[in-house]
């Protein structure tokens, strides 16, 4: 595709921008809250009648800003693998949700 003929990204920049923009960071932070609320708003409950809990965690990786939306019980990892709560809660948003590979080629 020849449209982009002598185009070069400044990774420096990039990188910078993907580390340091607040703008960034704050709408990132709203997606993952936006996730929060739609699995929160699945219903679903632990054994002691209380709301699953979803929590947004602050959590920067060394080349960008990043937020996590995760489910700190123990009933979590069921939930997710049941009802898919935080997977369901994210393709409502139109977000694309790919899970761990698990297939490793040797």
Excluded: C, I, W, Y
């Excluded at 947004?56 to 009933?75: E, G, I, K, N, S």
């Excluded at 990892?77 to 949700?97: D, I, K, P, S, Y």
């Amino acid at each position: 595709m020849k449209a982009f003929s002598g185009f070069r990204v400044d990774t420096d920049s990039m990188g910078e921008f993907l580390r340091t923009s607040p703008a960034l960071a704050a709408h990132v932070k709203e997606l993952a809250e936006q996730v929060a609320t739609n699995a929160r708003s699945q219903g679903h409950r632990v054994t002691s009648g209380e709301l699953l809990p979803v929590d947004v965690l602050d959590a920067p990786a060394p080349d960008r800003v990043a937020f996590t939306v995760a489910v700190q019980h123990p009933a979590g990892m069921g939930m997710e693998a049941t009802h898919g709560v935080l997977t369901r809660a994210a393709e409502a948003l139109g977000l694309n949700v790919h899970g761990l590979d698990t297939h490793h080629d040797t």
